[in-house]
């Protein structure tokens, strides 16, 4: 049953990734996704990961680039919960205020230093997010409390 599971998550990864360049998804589409990808991996990492959500529904409506949470959960996991023998947890949280719509992905880092990504990822999403929503989208990223933090801002 649970690798019935994984093959129904991946698939529809895969079938995501193959949509039509340009076209844009809701963020309840890309949430629920982010969902599919974060369960393959706590089935991968097993108790070393652990993950939490907080959705408000009213954010769910916003457009977005299809695939635009998935490098964000893919870093969190990667260089958070993978590079840590302990593990980790990583947490999404998506909010609606005045017109617009974020999502912070959080991931604690692991005690030791890593070697940092080229950032490709992440100028990845920027320039995506730009493509379709020009200067009214954006991407912040920081460190802060043992955890990296990175939200997305929206409009509604």
Do not use: C
Request: charged share 25%.
């Amino acid at each position: 049953e649970r690798a019935e599971r994984v093959l129904e998550d991946l698939a529809q990864l895969f079938r995501v990734a193959l949509a039509e360049v340009g076209a844009s998804v809701t963020l309840g589409e890309e949430i629920e996704l982010a969902q599919r990808y974060l369960a393959i991996e706590q089935i991968r990492f097993g108790a070393r990961l652990s993950v939490s959500w907080e959705v408000d529904e009213a954010a769910n409506a916003a457009r977005v680039p299809p695939l635009v949470l998935q490098p964000l959960v893919e870093n969190a996991v990667r260089h958070g919960i993978e590079a840590s023998m302990r593990g980790g947890h990583v947490k999404v949280k998506a909010t609606a205020r005045h017109g617009t719509a974020r999502v912070l992905v959080s991931n604690s880092l692991p005690d030791a230093p890593t070697t940092p990504g080229a950032g490709i990822a992440l100028t990845n999403v920027r320039e995506r997010l730009s493509l379709l929503h020009d200067i009214g989208a954006s991407l912040e990223t920081w460190r802060g409390d043992g955890q990296f933090h990175a939200r997305i801002t929206i409009p509604l």
